[in-house]
């Protein structure tokens, strides 16, 4: 069983309607919460940062943590064709020993048709 | 903020030759970067962690003889493929860690490598 879950999609919703994305993870010592969005060819970009449980919203994304379910969410509002991209979730513990090493889901892809 | 570039973005070369992949952070300090490697349609693998001043410390099952890392200084880390057969062929990304945070991670644009 991967450490964390993600459904790779494809997600294709039409332009202006909100992409809910999620993933599941198994390791409760995760603290800190990630979204990257990627475009083909490109490096990921970091899009939100969260830390611990709770919501966090910037612009169009809202990235949620609920760590008692071990579940977290972003979601795209008035998504455009430009959000057409992978999503990737990634998380880690956030202890030295870690090295600040990322656990990735496997990425959704994600259409947004005109 | 929080750029990192690769060079070169994309390189093809002859089995067993060595090509090497600079990693820099252009407007931040890193003391530690990541190395990845990307096949289509697949996430990233971490491959090492590179830390200034000190050894890698490479994945399981990643070779450490073929896949060198040096990080000389806390903006550049390199990547060298030595020996690099087609099975190489791969997109290999980095990342830098900002030194005063945790574990955020900015990525560099990547670099396509194909081995022919």
């Known amino acids: 069983q991967k450490e964390v879950e993600q459904d790779p999609g494809p997600l294709s919703v039409p332009e202006g309607a909100i992409v809910s994305l999620n993933c599941t993870y198994s390791n409760s010592a995760f603290q800190y919460f990630m979204w990257y969005r990627q475009y083909s060819r490109k490096g990921p970009e970091l899009l939100m940062y969260?830390?611990?449980?709770g919501n966090k919203e910037d612009g169009r994304f809202t990235a949620q943590v609920d760590k008692s379910s071990k579940y977290i969410s972003l979601f795209i509002r008035d998504s455009q064709p430009s959000d057409s991209a992978t999503y990737l979730c990634?998380?880690?513990?956030?202890?030295?020993?870690?090295?600040?090493?990322?656990?990735f889901g496997a990425g959704t892809q994600v259409v947004v048709t005109p | 903020g929080a750029v990192v570039s690769q060079h070169p973005s994309w390189v093809i070369c002859k089995s067993g030759t060595s090509v090497k992949i600079e990693c820099r952070s252009l407007d931040f300090q890193a003391t530690t970067m990541f190395w990845y490697r990307q096949f289509p349609k697949q996430s990233l693998m971490l491959m090492a962690t590179s830390n200034e001043g000190s050894k890698a410390t490479y994945e399981q099952g990643v070779e450490k003889d073929k896949f060198l890392i040096n990080h000389a200084s806390l903006t550049l880390s390199t990547l060298t493929v030595t020996s690099a057969h087609p099975e190489d062929s791969s997109f290999y990304i980095c990342s830098a860690r900002l030194a005063q945070s945790t574990d955020t991670q900015y990525f560099g644009p990547g670099t396509r490598l194909t081995v022919l």
């Open positions: 990634a998380m880690s513990g956030g202890t030295t020993d870690s090295w600040g090493k990322l656990q």
């Open positions: 969260t830390y611990s449980s």
